[in-house]
């Protein structure tokens, strides 16, 4: 006879298979599928993530649910199954909350709007774009308002990705960081420019691939669990703790975007292969949010593959690797020229130091357009404007401005402030590791990251989403979010490359 | 208001939509997935197929199911979908006479046996694996016994795969092929040996790759549609009409191993690919049994891929890609080594003239275990036996005799017929197209393909699983299976390499 907390995570169990193959399958979408394969993809998928739906949602689930949170009152608060219990009863009464009338305008209306929404930008035509826009923040008003009270019409779908998180939190910290941001990006555009053109000549694609996979390795992405293939956009993907990938994508004229691609997603990839096996098929087996997800990738592709320590590791088997490109560059030339800082038009190719002004500027105008207070025919101006104001430049058009990131067509509002907070995160980590690790530079230089993985595995990975994340960076730092410890790495690091005082 | 077809093929469709993922994940596990991933793949793979199996299975399913057969009732009995009604009603009726502690049960015993064969192989040790067997056997046998009353306690296992035919039918084909069919072999080995060592030199992947995959294009297997990859056994599968997938596996010390099983799998797929558009996300996307799946197959390979004017045309071409190994043999002598006649002990390395030998003698000892009338014990005696009397010789071992194959380990009884049968179809196949096009062998030394799977789209492959396969055989020879045209090939194709009489 099953115990109520077996019989609960049995039922858990099949939706997280459901979920698996669902995952599955859009990873072979993107990696593999031949182009006929298409249509019949897209009713795989939306049959087995409405059967994921229901089931999990169902009365049967709940039933589950109240007999298993009788089991874990007994409990510690803190066990994984009391934390199993809480966590789920969570997300089953906001999934719960939500109709079924809602989910299905939904879909139709982002389907709709993520076609319109890649011929706009293709057109440079936000005028098309802007009717689909309307209804889809309407329908997230909509959506918001099945959990009043809320402080604030942004806070329900900030959950969705960071539990617990507020709008108010975010804007506090970000009203922080942008005045110190934009004036160091200011100090360091008077510092002159950067010669960056060595990164422009023509690297093989398999000479390419072989470096960034021999990286990851020392880091300790652990290929018997996982694998690496090329896709458009690159990403990770977790089919259960032993079956993690990633992808990345090569430009054969421009060395950094592969292998910085491959350093970032293997960053995600450890956290989701290093979740204790005890909660492999919970929900818990996954990343505590998306702000300490990117607080990974941050850490392994920045922190770590961006600093001088691990190219004084790796630049003498870069050169081995590519002696006719940069055989004759210095170890200092190129640490510059892959740190180089320069306002750009398009988020994801941006760096260290401008990356958070471009989602500052999306956070308030998503947040204007759910508080209703900023029409959506004006985002285009109001998305110059603020392009000027924040990084001194003006798209061009709009296929370089409003339009150039998929979320808004895909329904997403509320998932762009994660970025910048796993900037952020990672940087508060990053001061407690150079407090228990105090050789780090060293370990790194060394192509020692045994220690550095070690201790993410032991307060963060293992844990998988059984903590909140405000109160892992309790846990961890002793204090909340903060922006303080990103700013004064951005300061010290882009301070001394460009001579700042 | 959807009519009662429409709620029928909606219920139809997420059963196919649970299956084809089950597909994508079993193929994603045999083609590319890390080693980690197996636990957790075989918990999806259990989910799914459960999930699969109780909708289909579902009192909403029979309702559906009703309320579909009385409109269909009003319509010609031979349009779409009435048969389609009929077919699942039958598989319908079949499944729910299978009670559900029969499947977990043999679900279990199979398992087990499965891994236990594995090591019994690898140990050449029968003596371990027999106490797996007999169990397997024993749960058949009630297996059979769910569809009481039948003919042959056979029966109701060959119609999982043969839909319709008979122990009986089979038993009398074989007992008619089998004498002349030996008769055959022998002749051949007394005609003395044939050189194929030219087969056995080192002939590298990648240009076995290209040039098999140019083969097949030619034939008209739809990449768009479709891709080949790499695994340890060669497979077809299927997400939908528009996406059918085949692997093969490089073998480049023996040139015919890729290239015949690219060929083969091709054959599966381009039946897959040609199925009506009006039959996909139905249990009809499909071949109608595995004997007709395996004419295509084999048609493909053998019937044409083995061939005279297939060589003029080709290799030419293949000795442009491999100058060093085959730029000093004829025509004539690499067609006689790829169809080279010798006696074999292992079934899947078998050539035309002997191979359906190797599927009688399980088909008769499978029979026989069915009837309860040969001890599993005394199973590689008489495996022995039988390879002397069919084949002239006797294997040294167990693992090369008795424990070769992995069917009866995972409960496949009723499944070996299916290949021999498909021998024989496609023979059948080939005189009715030899008359529908006159020049065919022109064509083929041209190139030309289209012709010839035009007729097999419009004779077979557009009607999916609609018909029977003995339907589908009096549709287009007027007749019944017979094993005469097979005969006649081989004795004309054998007679001519060999000079025989």
Redesign the interface.
């Known amino acids: 006879m099953a115990t109520p907390i077996e019989r609960f995570r049995r039922l858990l169990?099949?939706v997280y298979?459901?979920n698996?193959?669902s995952s599955?399958?859009a990873w072979?979408q993107q990696v593999?599928?031949?182009?006929?394969?298409a249509?019949?993809?897209a009713?795989?998928l939306?049959?087995?993530s409405s059967?994921a739906h229901t089931k999990f949602t169902s009365d049967e689930m709940g039933e589950a649910l109240e007999a298993a949170r009788q089991e874990t009152d007994k409990l510690d608060a803190d066990s994984d199954e009391a934390r199993l219990v809480s966590e789920v009863g969570r997300e089953y009464d906001k999934q719960r909350k939500v109709t079924a009338e809602w989910v299905a305008e939904f879909s139709r209306t982002t389907s709709l709007a993520h076609q319109t929404w890649q011929k706009a930008k293709a057109d440079s035509d936000f005028g098309a774009f802007a009717p689909q826009l309307k209804p889809i923040f309407k329908l997230r008003r909509d959506y918001a308002d099945f959990f009043k009270p809320y402080d604030h019409v942004y806070d329900p779908l900030l959950d969705d990705f960071e539990p617990g998180m507020k709008a108010a939190q975010v804007q506090e910290i970000f009203d922080d960081l942008r005045t110190h941001q934009v004036a160091l990006v200011q100090a360091i555009a008077d510092a002159g420019p950067t010669d960056g053109s060595m990164l422009h000549l023509h690297y093989p694609e398999a000479e390419q691939w072989a470096f960034g996979e021999a990286v990851i390795r020392e880091f300790g992405y652990?290929?018997?669990?996982?694998?690496q293939d090329k896709s458009a956009h690159p990403f990770t993907t977790s089919?259960?703790?032993?079956?993690v990938?990633i992808t990345t994508r090569f430009m054969e004229d421009f060395l950094p975007s592969a292998l910085f691609a491959t350093l970032h997603e293997a960053g995600h990839a450890m956290y989701e292969q290093g979740v204790k096996p005890d909660l492999?098929?919970t929900p818990l087996a996954d990343g505590a949010s998306l702000a300490i997800h990117e607080s990974q990738s941050r850490l392994w592709e920045n922190l770590v593959g961006r600093s001088w320590p691990f190219w004084v590791r790796f630049y003498g088997r870069l050169q081995e690797t590519f002696p006719a490109q940069l055989g004759g560059v210095s170890l200092e030339t190129f640490y510059r020229a892959i740190n180089k800082v320069e306002p750009s038009l398009i988020r994801v190719e941006a760096d260290e130091a401008t990356y958070n002004l471009h989602i500052m500027l999306r956070f308030e105008l998503e947040k204007a357009l759910m508080e209703d207070n900023l029409p959506v025919d004006d985002l285009p101006a109001v998305w110059n404007d603020k392009m000027q104001e924040y990084l001194g430049i003006t798209p061009p058009n709009d296929a370089q401005g409003v339009l150039q990131d998929v979320h808004w067509s895909a329904g997403l509002v509320g998932y762009f402030p994660t970025y910048a907070l796993g900037n952020l995160v990672a940087c508060q980590w990053w001061e407690r590791i150079a407090e228990a690790i105090p050789d780090l530079e060293k370990q790194v230089e060394a192509g020692k990251f045994d220690e550095l993985l070690g201790w993410l595995r032991t307060n963060i990975h293992q844990h998988g989403r059984k903590f909140k994340p405000t109160e892992l960076i309790e846990r961890i730092t002793g204090g909340g979010l903060s922006a303080e410890p990103y700013l004064s790495y951005l300061r010290t690091k882009f301070g001394g490359i460009y001579g700042l005082s």
């Open positions: 169990g099949e298979d459901l698996a193959a599955v399958l072979d593999l599928m031949p182009p006929g394969g249509e019949g993809r009713a795989q939306a049959t087995l059967l652990d290929f018997e669990r996982g694998r089919f259960g703790i032993n079956d990938r492999a098929r």
